[in-house]
């Protein structure tokens, strides 16, 4: 058996090595026909184009990506060619929830954003939006959630988190047709239809908040301040724009240890289903240091403005810096 993996999975690769004849990892981007065409098993996350033009004439018959979304993966082809795929739904929900907690604690600290006499609107509530409305009832603000494909009574319209939200946060999937399409859910009638000057958190898709919108918003006062982890083009973001917002960060909200352990073992677990393997055992995350003194403050554990300060200061790397990552904790453990 043979498989292959993106190098960038951190933690996977020593299980998979008990699982497998030949485990081969490359560079996500740069996986070929050729590198996959006598393989038994491809593991990708979201760099990888899994397609025809990939798997065609392969012996491929499993693939799985590290990740929440599957945009990358084509879906229908894998269905022709009875190749079974699968994700990882929810795997990095805490982690997200991780980054959105800080950046609101951050909000607060140094921009005066008083938490317990705002409102926030989470448009989405989903793995990640359900996290953070937990996350932002704990700090005390007042929620509202927007989610159409949710039947709960509680939810509100779009139209109300555009009146009254104090902060808007987006955990949606990126969807380009149909009804609830989110491709640039946040544009410029959205921008001007604002009735307070909140502020804009995106972690879902770079292209549920089109940049140049949220850009002149900003620049003409519509938009108070913005934490932007995911961006149109990437790696290929917009200069101005990440000059402009609070927090800027490289596609890294969900990157956390933790984050990572789930998605390795749903990987693994999904795999030895497929193949009837015997299960190597569960993966663990790494412990945190033992001088580590943790006083209760999330931002010891985790600070966004110091990975925006590196995007800033370098974002021509922007790929290096979200492959070369080091992976935080998400909460105390040893």
């Not at 081969?24 to 740069?30: F, I, K, M, Q, S």
């Not at 996290?131 to 932002?136: F, G, I, Q």
């Not at 990437?234 to 402009?244: D, V």
């Not at 190597?280 to 990975?307: E, H, M, R, W």
Request: net charge negative; charged share 25%.
């Amino acid at each position: 058996m043979k498989i292959v993996v993106d190098d960038k999975i951190p933690f996977i690769r020593e299980k998979l090595e008990l699982l497998a004849d030949e485990v081969v990892a490359l560079r996500g981007a740069d996986i070929s026909a050729d590198d996959v065409r006598d393989a038994d098993a491809l593991i990708v996350r979201t760099r990888t184009r899994c397609d025809e033009a990939l798997l065609k004439d392969s012996k491929v018959q499993f693939v799985a990506t590290a990740t929440i979304g599957f945009d990358h993966i084509d879906t229908a082809y894998m269905k022709r060619a009875g190749i079974r795929w699968t994700n990882c739904p929810g795997c990095n929900a805490a982690s997200v929830a991780q980054y959105v907690e800080c950046s609101l604690l951050l909000l607060e600290r140094e921009k005066g954003l008083a938490l317990r006499e705002s409102t926030i609107g989470i448009v989405g509530c989903g793995h990640v939006g359900s996290k953070v409305k937990a996350v932002a009832e704990r700090l005390g603000m007042r929620v509202l959630v927007c989610d159409p494909l949710l039947a709960d009574p509680s939810f509100v319209s779009l139209d109300a988190i555009e009146r009254e939200a104090d902060v808007i946060t987006f955990h949606v999937p990126l969807t380009r047709e149909g009804e609830y399409a989110t491709y640039h859910m946040a544009d410029d009638a959205f921008f001007h239809q604002l009735s307070r000057v909140p502020y804009i958190i995106n972690t879902s898709r770079g292209e549920v908040v089109d940049n140049e919108a949220l850009l002149s918003a900003l620049n003409e006062g519509r938009v108070h301040d913005a934490v932007i982890d995911v961006w149109e083009h990437e790696p290929h973001l917009s200069l101005e724009l990440l000059k402009r917002v609070y927090i800027g960060t490289p596609h890294i909200a969900g990157y956390s240890a933790d984050g990572k352990v789930n998605a390795d073992n749903m990987v693994i677990d999904a795999l030895c289903q497929h193949f009837g393997l015997k299960h190597p055992g569960a993966i663990k995350p790494p412990s945190l240091p033992v001088d580590f003194l943790y006083t209760g403050d999330p931002l010891q554990l985790y600070n966004p403005l110091d990975d925006s300060q590196k995007l800033k200061q370098h974002p021509e790397n922007f790929e290096s810096l979200r492959n070369n990552y080091p992976l935080r904790r998400e909460k105390e453990e040893r």
